[in-house]
């Protein structure tokens, strides 16, 4: 700046020496000083100068702060738009960097009531035991058959499937008690009938069990030849009478025995009509099986399980 205005005032020297001097009139000597031109025109380039340099400070710091530029011209006041000042700085607490936005709910979501949790699917209730059903006339077995189809022998010695006017499974007079079981061992309430063979009966029993757990546990219910019906229960393989009734047999055909098993109700039937009741809670599931007693010949087809 220094140099800047040496330079101006050499300059100005150059031009105002070579001029002539004009005394002014005395009436105008106490408004003039003509003996120092330079000094009122240095002052005047030097305000002039000052000036541009605002000016284009000004200039640059719009350009560069994007409008955010201030330059302080004293105490007092400011050039420009708003922001940080340039030159002098004012003091002041630090302006806090803008929050981030909150984010909001939008309107739908507001409006559509409290938020609802999908609710997981509860497992479903044990499903009830099928209700049974079975039948089996031993027509599809072929004579000899033993065991035969879907049927398995617990204990004792069968003879199989024999022809005798019809398909029917044989226990031979030389055998030990025997039980032929199928079914499921789920099924709970349900009947099981049988058509026990009267010819061959001697001095035993034949018939059918329900609930069967093995052959030493189930319910049965039976015929013999003496003209009696018996209900049985068989626990750990010692045989307790429920109920027993003299009856009148046909001994030239066959008797429909049936075991009807409700709950705790036991009910022993012979040609469809109801004859021993009993109640019992040892067994609430289980098979069913075809029974004869021990060295006792016996037939037995025709079997039914209704629930």
């Known amino acids: 700046m220094d140099r800047f205005e040496r330079r101006l005032r050499s300059e100005l020297h150059r031009e105002f020496d070579a001029q002539d001097v004009v005394t002014p009139p005395p009436h105008r000597a106490r408004y003039g000083r003509l003996a120092r031109p330079a000094a009122r025109l240095a002052a005047l380039r030097t305000v002039t100068l000052v000036t541009a340099i605002f000016a284009v400070g000004i200039l640059v710091g719009v350009v560069y702060g994007g409008g955010r530029v201030m330059i302080s011209t004293g105490p007092g006041h400011r050039l420009g738009t708003s922001g940080i000042p340039v030159g002098t700085a004012s003091a002041g607490p630090a302006t806090p960097a803008p929050a981030a936005p909150t984010t909001r709910p939008s309107p739908s979501a507001s409006r559509s009531g409290p938020t609802v949790v999908p609710r997981r699917p509860s497992a479903l209730p044990p499903s009830a035991p099928a209700r049974p059903s079975f039948a089996d006339d031993f027509s599809a077995d072929a004579v000899g058959t033993n065991p035969p189809t ?24 030389g055998q030990a008690l025997a039980h032929m079981a199928a079914g499921s ?86 040609d469809g009509t109801p004859m021993l009741h009993a109640t019992d809670t040892t067994f609430s599931t289980g098979r069913i099986a075809l029974v004869a007693s021990s060295g006792e010949s016996a037939e037995l087809g025709g079997v039914r399980v209704t629930g």
């Open 150 to 173: 879907g049927w398995s022998a617990g204990d004792g010695d069968w003879q199989g499937v024999v022809d005798d006017g019809g398909h029917v499974l044989r226990h031979g007079s």
């Open 185 to 270: 061992p789920q099924w709970s309430d349900y009947t099981v009938s049988a058509d026990v063979s009267t010819t061959l009966l001697d001095l035993g029993f034949a018939g059918v069990a329900g609930r069967y757990q093995d052959p030493g546990n189930d319910y049965e219910c039976t015929v013999g030849v003496g003209g009696e019906l018996q209900l049985w229960l068989v626990k750990g393989g010692v045989r307790s009478v429920l109920g027993a009734s003299g009856v009148a047999l046909d001994l030239s055909g066959s008797h429909t025995v049936s075991l009807e098993m409700r709950g705790s109700q036991l009910t022993c039937s012979l």
